[in-house]
């Protein structure tokens, strides 16, 4: 069973950085896709960016392309979220989650985690 735990969220002022963190178990994820959503109140999940796990190949939204980078470290089985730059506007719930490189939909989700930045 597919297991991401987020954590690293937390208040910044805006233009200061965050890391989030998303640890993962229960596969070998070397065929799997990773990413990164956020979800504002009152507003759609939105797409933050992706990486695979196994040729490091990454994507990110429009919004945060030039600011934000995804990662991951094999060894310690974690994804990581590079935010710098923040603005009022990045603040949401993130969530890490897996799929498959063959599937369209992520199937598997953490639990999210919270990112506040001030104005």
């Known amino acids: 069973q597919v297991q991401l735990a987020e954590s690293g969220g937390g208040l910044v002022q805006a233009g200061g950085s965050l890391r989030l963190s998303c640890a993962v178990s229960?596969?070998?994820?070397?065929?799997?896709?990773m990413g990164w959503f956020r979800q504002a109140p009152g507003k759609e999940r939105e797409f933050v960016a992706t990486i695979t796990w196994s040729g490091g190949s990454t994507a990110y939204g429009d919004s945060v392309k030039g600011r934000f980078t995804i990662s991951r470290d094999g060894a310690k089985l974690t994804v990581y979220l590079q935010m710098n730059s923040l603005k009022p506007e990045d603040t949401a719930v993130y969530y890490c989650?897996?799929?498959?490189?063959?599937?369209?939909?992520?199937?598997?989700w953490g639990q999210g985690t919270q990112v506040t930045v001030s104005s």
């Open positions: 229960g596969r070998t994820f070397s065929t799997y896709v």
């Open positions: 989650a897996a799929r498959k490189v063959t599937m369209k939909e992520y199937p598997y």
